[in-house]
């Protein structure tokens, strides 16, 4: 048994049951109790060097690559999520890192002679972990909310948020936007309409913004009252609400309101004013190309945010109002690529997909590539999409621990 494998042995054993467990006081004289299928399963000398969570789920250890040579990371298969540990709020060591949530059908593709268990491991399900790769926990499956039905791999995930507080997760698929507590593992369904999902929180986690039937609302966590909001108010499903302050990561650049009166205080804007006189009139191809923001992120604090457009990558300081930009080739070393999640300060970058993680440390004038890291996160089921930062703060935003 290599050293790597008894050392994941010692952290699965923490997963399950927990850190900080009191030792026993005196030593007991009773009989060893026999071994569970999970010891006995690791007991056994595997090619991959597998090491059993439970008896149908485990974990590989794999070298990353990167900057730093010889980091291992875990990338786990799980083919029972039933039997995977959930995330558990009251678990402090959960929270020692950012955390990211993501969508992952860990199963396999299903058929017309798929049985409940088969199709119930391909459905999408809302998991997260911490930004070092490790720390995998199931957030939930909602059938509370999307009972199985046969084939029911249409459940796709389309976008989550979760609050500042940690405890809600608000998240929609096709149809369904929801809320899920994760203290008392209840979810609330805000609206059941097929059009586009958005979601803010409240600094304080107190109450979200979010869209249904095209209009906005404002839903308070402690009243359970929806409220629609006014024409002049605007959110985007890119945004942060911090120091009073409602980020907005529109389509063409940036606004910023004062959260308390919806007062706007300013805007970062992408193209000149020239351009911005002929789009008044007609948003030309051309136009749409280079400043359309197809892809967002913005940092815990709002102070940086990034978009990605056909043919520009922007990163964009929102204080100093300091908008950085690079034409996209593929023949060239991008400065700006992977910033899908931004980590606090901008220290930290990382990639949307889940299943392969990328991440990056920037420089001190926020370029890659002072410290890559590149692995195998996911190793069972079919995709594992949407990557989304939260727990921000923790470590300072430092997306790994200095001494590992």
């Given at each position: 048994?290599?050293?790597?494998?008894?050392?994941?042995?010692?952290?699965?054993a923490?997963l399950?049951?927990g850190?900080?467990?009191?030792?026993?006081?005196?030593?007991?004289?009773?009989?060893?109790?026999?071994?569970?299928?999970?010891e006995?399963?690791?007991?056994?000398?595997?090619?991959?060097?597998?090491?059993?969570?439970?008896?149908d789920?485990?974990?590989?250890?794999?070298?990353?690559?990167?900057?730093?040579?010889?980091?291992v990371?875990?990338?786990f298969?799980?083919?029972?999520?039933?039997?995977w540990?959930r995330?558990?709020?009251?678990?402090?060591?959960?929270?020692?890192?950012?955390?990211v949530?993501?969508?992952?059908?860990?199963?396999?593709?299903?058929?017309?002679?798929?049985?409940?268990?088969?199709?119930?491991e391909?459905?999408?399900?809302?998991?997260?972990?911490?930004?070092?790769?490790?720390?995998?926990?199931l957030v939930?499956?909602?059938?509370?909310v999307v009972?199985?039905?046969?084939?029911n791999?249409?459940v796709?995930?389309?976008?989550?948020?979760?609050?500042?507080?940690?405890?809600y997760?608000?998240?929609?698929?096709?149809?369904?936007?929801?809320?899920f507590?994760?203290?008392t593992?209840?979810?609330?369904?805000?609206?059941?309409d097929r059009g586009?999902?958005?979601?803010l929180?409240?600094?304080?986690?107190s109450?979200l913004?979010?869209?249904?039937?095209a209009?906005?609302?404002?839903?308070?966590?402690?009243?359970?009252?929806?409220?629609?909001?006014?024409d002049?108010?605007?959110?985007?499903?890119?945004?942060?609400?911090?120091?009073?302050?409602?980020?907005v990561?529109?389509?063409?650049g940036i606004?910023?309101?004062?959260?308390?009166?919806?007062?706007?205080?300013?805007?970062?804007?992408?193209?000149?004013?020239?351009?911005?006189?002929?789009?008044?009139?007609?948003?030309?191809?051309?136009?749409?190309r280079?400043?359309?923001?197809?892809?967002?992120?913005?940092s815990?604090?709002?102070k940086?945010?990034w978009?990605?457009?056909?043919?520009?990558?922007?990163?964009i300081?929102?204080?100093?109002?300091d908008?950085?930009?690079?034409?996209?080739?593929p023949k060239?070393?991008?400065?700006?690529?992977?910033?899908?999640?931004?980590?606090?300060?901008?220290?930290?970058?990382?990639?949307?997909?889940?299943?392969?993680?990328?991440?990056?440390?920037?420089?001190?004038?926020?370029?890659?590539?002072?410290q890559?890291q590149?692995?195998?996160?996911?190793?069972?089921?079919?995709?594992?999409?949407?990557?989304w930062?939260?727990?921000?703060f923790?470590n300072?935003?430092?997306?790994?621990?200095?001494?590992?």
């Amino acid at each position: 048994m290599t050293l790597n494998k008894t050392f994941l042995i010692a952290c699965t054993a923490i997963l399950l049951n927990g850190c900080n467990q009191d030792e026993p006081s005196t030593l007991s004289t009773a009989v060893e109790p026999p071994k569970t299928d999970v010891e006995l399963l690791n007991k056994q000398e595997w090619d991959d060097n597998r090491v059993y969570v439970t008896k149908d789920n485990y974990i590989l250890m794999k070298e990353a690559n990167g900057t730093i040579p010889g980091i291992v990371k875990p990338c786990f298969v799980v083919n029972s999520a039933k039997e995977w540990p959930r995330e558990d709020l009251s678990n402090a060591d959960s929270y020692d890192l950012p955390r990211v949530d993501f969508r992952w059908d860990n199963g396999e593709f299903t058929n017309a002679s798929s049985d409940e268990k088969a199709i119930y491991e391909a459905r999408d399900k809302i998991w997260s972990i911490k930004t070092d790769g490790t720390d995998l926990r199931l957030v939930t499956d909602f059938l509370d909310v999307v009972p199985p039905r046969p084939h029911n791999r249409a459940v796709t995930v389309k976008m989550m948020r979760r609050s500042p507080n940690n405890r809600y997760l608000a998240w929609s698929n096709n149809v369904e936007k929801v809320i899920f507590d994760l203290e008392t593992q209840e979810s609330i369904v805000l609206g059941a309409d097929r059009g586009h999902s958005q979601f803010l929180w409240a600094e304080d986690s107190s109450y979200l913004y979010f869209e249904d039937r095209a209009k906005y609302w404002k839903y308070e966590i402690a009243t359970g009252k929806t409220t629609q909001m006014d024409d002049d108010f605007h959110f985007s499903e890119v945004g942060v609400i911090y120091g009073g302050r409602r980020y907005v990561v529109s389509d063409y650049g940036i606004v910023v309101f004062n959260e308390s009166n919806n007062k706007r205080l300013y805007s970062i804007g992408l193209s000149t004013a020239e351009e911005d006189k002929l789009a008044v009139k007609n948003i030309s191809l051309s136009y749409d190309r280079k400043y359309f923001l197809k892809s967002r992120s913005i940092s815990p604090d709002g102070k940086y945010a990034w978009g990605e457009s056909a043919q520009y990558r922007y990163f964009i300081n929102t204080e100093t109002r300091d908008v950085k930009l690079e034409k996209k080739d593929p023949k060239k070393k991008s400065q700006y690529r992977f910033f899908d999640v931004l980590g606090l300060n901008a220290d930290y970058v990382r990639s949307a997909s889940a299943g392969s993680a990328r991440q990056y440390q920037l420089t001190i004038d926020k370029k890659l590539f002072t410290q890559t890291q590149h692995w195998g996160q996911i190793c069972s089921g079919h995709s594992a999409t949407l990557s989304w930062l939260y727990n921000g703060f923790a470590n300072h935003g430092a997306f790994i621990k200095e001494d590992k």
